[in-house]
């Protein structure tokens, strides 16, 4: 399973995230730097928001790798997936503009259905 997690995808993906994440922490250190030289509460707020966007992101990033490690390897093979077509209904009751407006539609998606079969 590691192995997936090695691709140039992930690895760029993995950089991207240190990079980041350090990169929070610098911006949070120049925010601090400039809440004590006088700054306002804005400067005081940021220097405490960068770091949690970092780790919000590590957060997120752990997810997504788990999802990627607990992924089904074919899930990406062509055929895989039933896509089943539901016929509109046709709602007749109430407004008949509203009726025949969903009758039309229901013939549009016939015709888109029967061009894509090839009939």
Request: glycine letters at 12%.
């Given at each position: 399973m590691l192995p997936r997690l090695l691709t140039p995808r992930w690895v760029l993906l993995h950089l991207?995230?240190?990079v980041l994440f350090v990169a929070t922490f610098f911006?949070?250190?120049?925010?601090?730097?400039?809440a004590e030289n006088g700054g306002g509460a804005?400067?005081?707020?940021?220097?405490?928001?960068w770091p949690l966007?970092?780790?919000?992101?590590l957060f997120f990033y752990g997810k997504m790798v788990k999802v990627e490690l607990n992924r089904d390897p074919d899930e990406d093979e062509p055929g895989q997936e039933v896509v089943l077509?539901?016929?509109?209904?046709?709602?007749?009751t109430g407004d008949p503009e509203l009726a025949a407006y969903n009758r039309y539609l229901a013939e549009l998606n016939?015709?888109?259905?029967?061009?894509?079969?090839?009939?």
């Open positions: 991207l995230v240190a911006l949070g250190y120049w925010q601090l730097t400039k804005v400067n005081w707020s940021y220097a405490l928001q966007y970092g780790f919000m992101g077509y539901q016929r509109p209904r046709i709602d007749t016939e015709k888109a259905l029967r061009g894509r079969d090839g009939h």
